[in-house]
């Protein structure tokens, strides 16, 4: 199975700040990955997906990049409901497989 | 409006059965692969399962092969994960989970059921 890592597990921010999050394939992914928000309580939200591609409806301020191994979700001003935790997930090959969860809280 | 809505959680002892299902509504169900989330109490996602829009094709989790088995009735636009030899460490929340057209992740997930294992 492909194992994704992601770094920072855990960090502070404040509101404006801007934020970025990297995670990791244990092998080539093409583009084939997703990133998700989850608030405490609430099933997570897709918010970027074929790595770059943003979901409907989701805020401009969120941006993924990469592909191959190594990727990124930026935040470029970091507001108030962004507090949460971020996934990544591979959907390149069965099974499927998520990173550890990277949580952003307030500093 | 897309709606998944889960059932069937509990509390099971070890070794023991749970059938959990997903009552879809709001898309044409039968043209989408449907998958399984879980998430034990406060740790990370996990991926479970797929099944293909017609039913012919799964895949599991290592950690679930041999003993979850997913299943769907696009009669019924309900999907099921048949849930046998549970252990303790298959105490999640199980997500039921839409794929977005032409990426297999996930635009619409459930509210989630909860399945403890304990004695």
């Known amino acids: 199975a492909i194992r994704m890592t992601q770094s920072p597990s855990s960090f502070s921010a404040s509101t404006g700040d801007r934020v970025a999050i990297t995670c990791r394939a244990s092998?080539?992914?093409?583009?084939?990955l997703a990133w998700y928000q989850q608030k405490p309580g609430e099933a997570p939200n897709l918010l970027i997906y074929?790595?770059?591609t943003l979901q409907s409806g989701v805020p401009s301020r969120f941006s993924g990049s990469g592909s191959g191994t190594d990727f990124t979700l930026t935040i470029s001003s970091l507001q108030s409901e962004d507090f949460a935790t971020y996934y990544c997930?591979?959907?390149?090959?069965?099974?499927?497989?998520f990173g550890p969860g990277t949580k952003v809280d307030i500093k | 409006e897309v709606q998944l809505v889960e059932s069937g959680g509990g509390l099971v002892q070890p070794g023991g059965s749970l059938r959990l299902s997903c009552a879809a509504s709001?898309?044409?169900?039968?043209?989408?692969?449907m998958s399984w989330v879980r998430q034990a109490p406060g740790k990370g996602l996990e991926w479970v399962s797929v099944?293909?829009?017609?039913?012919?094709?799964?895949f599991y989790a290592d950690s679930v092969k041999g003993r979850f088995t997913i299943s769907r009735d696009n009669s019924k636009n309900t999907l099921y994960l048949q849930m046998n030899s549970l252990r303790a460490e298959d105490t999640a929340l199980y997500y039921c989970?839409?794929?977005?057209?032409?990426?297999?992740?996930?635009?619409?997930w459930g509210q989630g059921t909860l399945v403890t294992v304990s004695s």
């Open positions: 989970t839409k794929e977005t057209v032409g990426s297999d992740c996930y635009d619409y």
């Open positions: 709001g898309f044409t169900f039968s043209s989408y692969d």
């Open positions: 099944i293909s829009f017609s039913g012919a094709t799964t």
């Open positions: 092998q080539g992914i093409s583009s084939s």
């Open positions: 074929a790595a770059s």
């Open positions: 997930q591979q959907y390149y090959s069965y099974p499927f497989t």
